[in-house]
């Protein structure tokens, strides 16, 4: 008795996933000169090389041959005269009465920081132990690979048949807050309209375990001056009678944790979820924790991270060891940078910081709030089709379940496009594993999971082209 033969459509998978599979080495060496191109959106760095990124993006949306338009634009900051950093724009009517999707991603990095601390150079992509190392590596330029790859893939066995309207946006700033993303939505709403928006910038639970993200953290950061002097003075005329500015800052920061290092913030909230199992021996493998240096909070891990809020101070401006000198500094300023919990805004958490420091300030120290960034955090509504085709398609994909993934950072963002499309169902998904160190020096992408993201959106797509508009 002979097997039957396989149905059209899993025929056309099966051609799909081998065009996937022989596109990778090309999209990796894409991939790789895009490494190379240092686009950083802050403006102490060279921005003639951000502008070089968003044109060679463009030009790889081009060579897909799936657009109709591309275009590299900017959009006003919104109350300003300012333009924003070159995003692009590539997009595609649907056809036939079919579904339309919108791929997000970024091209510009963070900066990579002090090169003696990177094994090799941040700009120059290297290859070792199955991971292809350098800033934007994973964080974002891989997400937007991973999109056109998926899309050569999908162009070539389709062909004429592809008639999933398809919308391409690779933003150019959002490393640097996204200052211009919620203008350029507003200006680019028809372009940017989509029944479905993929978001490729987050991460999976492990390299081998797709996760999608369904919940995300808000962000509160800003700057905090402390001063208790007019004028610096001598320590060892008035030490011990003086509160210097950071005796006063260190004493205030101290009230921001209980012992164990949870927030002690009233007014903070925290989300009540379930997760999955994460013991600690894989966090200090993950995080980098030193021997004999406990995890902070309490509960279980992953609800730490994913559910709870987090108070870090990620930057202070205070004399240099080199420079030190016996002085009672009269002020001192510092960054601090909070998550909060998914379902509590960000400007609700930011009010509870500003009360509590205030309230706890020491000695009658001076306070001034300056540089306030707030972003809303982010829960998914997981009932919709597309939620349950991309789970699908990364189970497929990955030769593995997929899980529902929470995560401690802060996509600002996403709350714009839930805003600017409520009829969108948004599909935070990415490309970064816990071993990525996205922001970090050695930044990496783990090339099996790179493939596996690529299997999995043109899939995605694939499918999606499949179905009725309106479904």
Known sequence: MTSPAPSASSAAETALLEAVALGIPSA????????????????????TQLERSADAVAELARGTGVFDDVRVLRAHVDDTDELGQPAVLAT?????????????AHHDVQPPGADELWETPPFEPTVRDGRLYGRGAADDKAGIMAHIAALRAVAEVLGDDFDLGVSLFVEGEEEYGSRSFARFLRDNADALRADAIVVADSGNLDSRTPGLTVSL?????????????????HSGMFGGAVPDAMMAAVTLLATLWDSDGAVAVDGMTS????????????LRD??????????????DIYGRIWNR?????????VTSVAEASNTLLPEVSLVISARVAPGQSAADAYAALERHLRRHAPFGAELT???????????????????????????????????DLGVGGSIPFVADLVREFPG????VTGVEDPHSRAHSPNESLHLDTFRNAVRTEALLLARMNERAGDS
């Open 309 to 317: 809020p987090s108070i870090t101070i990620t930057g202070m401006d």
């Open 28 to 47: 990796l060496a894409d991939l790789g000169a895009l490494v190379r191109i240092p686009g950083i959106a802050w403006p102490a760095f060279d921005q």
């Open 217 to 233: 953290r808000g962000n509160a950061r800003f700057t905090l001056t402390v001063r208790t002097l007019e004028h610096a003075s």
């Open 369 to 403: 709030f300056s540089d306030i960034d707030l972003g809303d955090g982010f829960l998914v509504d997981t009932s919709g089709w597309a939620v349950e085709l991309t789970r699908a398609a990364m189970g497929d994909g990955y030769g593995v379940a997929a899980v």
């Open 271 to 282: 989300r009540d979820a379930q997760t999955p199992e994460y013991s600690e021996e894989t």
């Open 424 to 427: 969108a169902q948004i599909l």
């Open 286 to 299: 993950e995080a980098g924790l030193l021997d004999g240096v406990s995890p902070i909070g309490r509960d």
């Open 92 to 104: 595609r009517a649907a056809r036939n009465g079919r579904p339309s999707i919108l791929l997000y």
